[in-house]
């Protein structure tokens, strides 16, 4: 099976260099290109909505690597930081010691010198002594260098890493307030999108009413016709009603309640 695909393979692949040539690593990649992009448009926006907010998520793990290293280095600063200063201090009590022995020497006194332990040394004792001090002094103060070159240089990457981690915080903040904008903006597009599937077409709602209008019309006149058609041709047997005039003003003081003068004459 796997030397029959390879087979397959091999073939498209010489069947395609000899048609296009040169031009078949260009095709290959916009082939790629085309049906990435077609992928990426069959995916949805919440989809995608989902997978940003995750990759964003994400960023708490860098964030607290970050941190956990820091604080590994915080602690490896504060320890050199103090072996620095040991050391400092050591190197400082030499120098005493030695510009003792030194001026001892430059006094050109042929006495012994005491030592607070009340021992005496002799000149050549305290020049044997000055001379190892000396050497042991420029060790001390080579080694000395090192480290506060070394921990400048440890202090200098703790403040990058410090930097770094406080600008992942703030990108993440950024791109979770800009994800949660784009989210409601496309909840508001979604809402616009049902509002127009929902909204009835105006032109179909004007035949409707003007179906019911001519209708309306028909439905009137076929009414008129059908009373033309039952009162024509028939001889009119019921009394007009005519009103009664005679007593008119009768009836008008009646329901004022006055009395007419002609009445009363």
Do not use: W
Not at 48 to 72: E, P, S, T
């Amino acid at each position: 099976m796997l030397k029959k695909a390879l087979f397959v393979v091999v073939g498209f692949s010489i069947i395609g260099g000899l048609m296009f040539g040169s031009k078949l690593p260009h095709l290959v990649g916009d082939l790629y290109s085309n049906a990435r992009n077609m992928g990426d448009q069959l995916v949805s926006v919440d989809a995608k909505i989902g997978h940003a907010r995750k990759d964003i998520k994400a960023l708490d793990k860098d964030v607290r690597k970050l941190m956990h290293d820091i604080a590994k280095e915080e602690v490896k600063c504060e320890d050199l930081r103090e072996e620095v200063s040991k050391k400092s201090q050591a190197l400082s009590k030499l120098h005493i010691h030695m510009e003792v022995l030194n001026d001892h020497l430059n006094t050109g006194s042929s006495q012994h010198f005491v030592a607070t332990n009340g021992k005496n040394y002799t000149g050549v004792q305290v020049k044997q002594d000055l001379a190892t001090s000396l050497k042991q002094y420029k060790t001390n103060q080579t080694m000395l260098d090192a480290m506060e070159k070394q921990l400048d240089s440890r202090v200098a990457i703790l403040e990058t890493a410090q930097e770094k981690l406080e600008e992942t915080k703030r990108a993440k903040a950024e791109l979770f307030g800009e994800l949660e904008a784009l989210e409601a903006e496309h909840r508001m597009n979604e809402v616009a999108k049902m509002t127009s599937e929902f909204k009835l077409d105006d032109s179909r709602l004007s035949k409707a009413k003007e179906a019911i209008k001519k209708l309306r019309s028909e439905i009137r006149v076929e009414g008129s016709l059908v009373n033309q058609i039952s009162t024509s041709g028939q001889i009119p047997t019921v009394p007009t009603e005519t009103d009664n005039l005679d007593d008119i003003t009768v009836q008008y003081e009646a329901f004022f309640g006055k009395t007419s003068a002609v009445a009363s004459k």
